[in-house]
DNA sequence: TTAATTTATGAAACGCGTTTCAGAGCAAGG
DNA sequence: CCTTGCTCTGAAACGCGTTTCATAAATTAA
């Protein structure tokens, strides 16, 4: 293997002229920085580049954390990511955490040892103690409002925009509403329980814990849903379905029960998927290609940390 | 930052004892032992990681090639490749390509510079020649049948499994079958096109290029499908369709157009995703996660190469 | 008891590129 | 003519852990 050295004595200058030409440094005569490239080409020299890591302390690899991958939510979150990553020349390292703390604390671990130059943590199961201990390590970006917290974020306000649906489907004459979420704890659901109580606070209706459904991630979900459903003798009129993807399953399966939509069961997607187009689901539009990309640009900031809201439109399809 | 040095004069021994402690290797003495492990504690020393990568010339990491991550085909082996990689405390460095070349050249280029251990390309668009160029510097693991080279892979026989397919949808009395496939270069769908082209030669009908549909990924395409479908005189009567979602998408689409299914149009999915059991598609089981979890076995296999063949299991549901 | 192992330990070599610092040479400005 | 200020270059320091090799000491085997 030949190494910097062995270079810079055949072309017959320093290694620190190679390193230059190497670099695109300034100040290296033309007749020097050819005589290198020369060399370079004729011999099969290859930077190390675990040397240049050492030597910079950076590795241009951007962690980024996800709870699983075989999720169309993730799967846009990422694609975002990616799609900016390429530009910027950066790899992303892929931490699938299965919402399993250990795997945080490990993405979080190779920040502090320099193995990534950075994390997005695209949904969080640890607590901000431990972002907080870790956050001099490296820049930390978060897909959650983390104003009032050392971390920049691209961020949906989910409160507002779950109480924003509620009273949309309020407004349309649903007075019994249901939802379905995808973890019952987490920053974000936490949010949205919020806006969920302090909207029946405001209307002066009482929560039914029969209306929330739990779990709920993928179309197959929505099978369950519906299921559930069936069984309540006192059943609710709408239905605000935190993912496409459950919403397209709901759908699918109530039209197979002969549950007439919106009449008998109104449903509000999340995300605007494609499938939420295709079959006309009334949705929330969270343009998550944007919002990787936003996270991706977070992440590669060097300077302070900051805080960006996305604003969620309603898309009036024919579900509500 | 204290280093390894530091911590040597402190605990009174030489950097080599230090570095048998923390790897630990035999032959250092108890109270030696002791006595590092204490100092280190004390301090807040950290291993500079890409001190050990230099040093050791491998990094843990071992390299993903995918055209996409929102697709549940990729979603779900990029599922299995990391919930083995977890177990072997290896870390995955994703390179999602869209197909440009060029991406997948930067994931070889990082196997040559040893940024990363191993690599599986989950779906290629580059040549051969290029593989086997890179070949020497790590291992290279492939999902596609790749007997006759020189890298490992776990693959489906995909002539065989469409030919049956074909044949099955024949005894049941089909004889104008069409299919639905994601790219129509690329190794694998060059053999289900040859499968197609023999299945042809041997029942001797020629072959209608009507039938045929490319650029079918994900649920939403099955509406273009069948929106063609639907322009033709003389429609296929069965419709074998290279992705569930894509039968899904299909599905759904011809019963809100009063298409019957299977008699009017018989479908036939693959991979055997939840959503085909949901929805009661005859599909192909494709074990993802299972095939997965071999690919990555293979790629941090330090032995010879090696290829696995994964037997497809045709799932009767009530679509054919 | 002597020879052969095994255990234990440190010095030094090895992996390698980047960057700072010091200095030489030369051109422009005053 | 002298002073600044670039341009160019190389030596040396810096980032840091792993592993080999030589050696000493302690056991075990013969």
């Known amino acids: 293997m030949t190494n910097i050295k062995d270079i810079a004595k055949m072309a017959g200058v320093s290694v620190s002229t190679v390193s230059r030409v190497l670099n695109n440094h300034p100040y290296v ?23 240049v890591h050492l030597s910079k302390g950076a590795t241009q690899l951007i962690g980024v954390v996800i709870p699983f991958s075989n999720h169309p939510y993730f799967g846009l979150l990422i694609e975002g990511i990616a799609n900016e990553a390429v530009k910027y020349n950066k790899k992303l390292v892929l931490f699938q955490t299965n919402y399993e703390e250990n795997r ?8 502090q040892h320099k193995q990534i130059d950075a994390l997005i943590i695209c949904s969080r199961i640890c607590g901000w103690e ?44 649903h007075h019994k509403i249901g939802y379905c979420i995808g973890r019952n704890s987490g920053a974000n659901s936490e949010l949205r329980e919020k806006a969920y109580r302090d909207f029946h606070l405001k209307v002066k209706k009482h929560i039914e814990p029969k209306y929330i459904f739990i779990d709920c991630f993928n179309f197959v979900d929505g099978e369950r849903v519906v299921k559930s459903l069936m069984k309540l003798s006192d059943p609710p009129s709408a239905l605000l ?31 605007n998927q494609p499938i939420a187009k295709m079959m006309n689901i009334t949705t929330l539009e969270i343009p998550l290609i944007e919002i990787g990309k936003k996270l991706f640009l977070q992440a590669i900031q060097q300077t302070n940390q900051f805080h960006e809201e996305i604003v969620v439109k309603l898309i009036e399809r024919g579900t509500v």
């Open 29 to 51: 005569s033309e007749e020097k920085k050819e005589a290198v490239l020369r060399v370079i080409e004729g011999s099969n020299y290859q930077r190390n580049i675990n040397a």
């Open 104 to 111: 945080e604390i490990e993405a979080l671990e190779m920040l």
């Open 130 to 173: 431990m972002i907080n201990e870790y956050r001099s390590y490296g820049p930390i970006v978060l897909c959650e409002d983390s104003r009032g917290h050392n971390v920049s974020s691209t961020f949906i306000d989910h409160y507002k925009t779950f109480f924003k649906a509620l009273e949309y489907l309020h407004n349309r004459g």
């Open 241 to 271: 379905v935190t993912s496409d993807q459950v919403a397209a399953g709901i759908l699918t399966c109530c039209k197979e029960q002969n549950i007439l939509i919106p009449n008998e069961l109104a449903i509000m997607g999340f995300d």
